[in-house]
């Protein structure tokens, strides 16, 4: 699949007496990772607009099971080589749960737009995740409810949706949740439709073993974020449905 923001469980997490230490003393990435194993490409990163506050920048990002010390490095602009460790710098924001701790989020408001990188620790080992463009000033992340739902099989609704921009479109992120949004399924696929529970297109799956059957009568969520392949959510989509 392309390298984009491959940029997504978000467990809870704080600083370590020795992060702290970090962040008094050197805010560089390549001093973080100076004579440590660091794997880059390794964390599934993605930054869009806050739905409720658009002067907010959403950066979602999926840790795997036992990382710890997630961090936020930012470049001074984004008119960089964004692809140049040397060009990022500590962001001095914590990450807090989102989907309830599937997934985590650093959410922050910032003057101009910028590269982005997203790091956790892991057996020993730094992961760093593709650089993400923050387009919040050019590009702002669009929301919409345009979702069409076919539930002749109500136990496996297939979800479709326009694409906004071919153009801007690499990838796209779909979560089945609760209205409470704990996490149901988490996949991504490169075409605009998914269906639960058929993974036939899907590129990459992220949900924690087999997923539930589904309740007549009961409400669900579906979000689906459009993703660029510079890891940017060009749209984000949102329904509440409830299944036939």
Request: aromatic share 14%.
């Amino acid at each position: 699949m392309k390298r984009l923001f491959i940029a997504i469980g978000f467990f809870l997490g704080s600083c370590s007496q020795s992060d702290n230490e970090f962040r008094q003393t050197d805010n560089s990435l390549t001093s973080y990772i100076e004579n440590k194993t660091f794997e880059t490409g390794a964390v599934i990163a993605c930054a869009g607009n806050d739905i409720e506050n658009l002067d907010l920048v959403e950066v979602y990002f999926f840790p795997e099971s036992n990382s710890e010390n997630y961090r936020l490095f930012q470049t001074n602009s984004s008119n960089v080589n964004p692809n140049d460790l040397s060009n990022y710098n500590l962001v001095n924001l914590d990450s807090e749960p989102f989907f309830n701790g599937y997934l985590r989020k650093f959410v922050g408001s910032f003057s101009s737009e910028k590269w982005m990188i997203v790091s956790f620790e892991k057996d020993g080992d730094i992961k760093l995740s593709n650089p993400i463009r923050i387009k919040h000033i050019e590009q702002p992340t669009l929301f919409s409810t345009e979702i069409i739902i076919n539930q002749e099989n109500s136990q496996m609704p297939i979800f479709s949706w326009d694409i906004n921009s071919v153009e801007n479109n690499a990838i796209f992120f779909q979560v089945l949740s609760t209205t409470n949004d704990d996490l149901i399924s988490g996949t991504y696929t490169f075409e605009n439709q998914f269906q639960y529970y058929n993974t036939s297109n899907v590129v990459l799956n992220i949900t924690n073993g087999i997923p539930p059957d589904l309740i007549s009568g009961q409400t669900y969520k579906f979000t689906v974020m459009d993703v660029s392949e510079d890891n940017w959510v060009n749209q984000l989509l949102i329904i509440q449905f409830v299944l036939e």
